[in-house]
């Protein structure tokens, strides 16, 4: 009698085992999942504010100065949603700039300044950046 009772103990005690462990996977699982699924929801987000966001150079001024160059762009947003402006390079030299938003149907001056003085009649090869990497490059001939 005593052998029949420990094996239906021996069988209940692996079964709770075994549950523990399932219960155990399917927590950590359900967690790892829930994280990977909003993880995707936020980087589609910032797919669709990337694809909205489009603006153009219209304009470009230079003033040489003693020791560096500013370069004044106006830039219109014709996207849908508003960008705002992180950085330019000027000949590949990231120039000091300030942040500038810009609202759809807007457009507005983004100025940066390098320590360089740039000659005349050089070919200058301008890159806007905005805060999600969108970027518009032109080359200017001044």
Known sequence: MKKGISEI???????????????????????????????????????????????????????RLSNSTEICTAVYNYGKTSIILKSMFINGTKAITNEEEILPGEFKWFNGTINIVIPSNTIINLKVVSSLGNYYETIIFQ
């Open 9 to 63: 103990i021996a069988i209940l005690v692996m079964l709770l085992i075994v549950s523990s462990i399932g219960v155990i996977i399917y927590t950590y699982a359900t967690g790892y999942f829930s994280l990977m699924s909003s993880a995707i929801t936020e980087r589609s987000k910032l797919d669709i504010n990337t694809i909205k966001e489009k603006f153009v150079i219209v304009d470009v001024i230079i003033n």
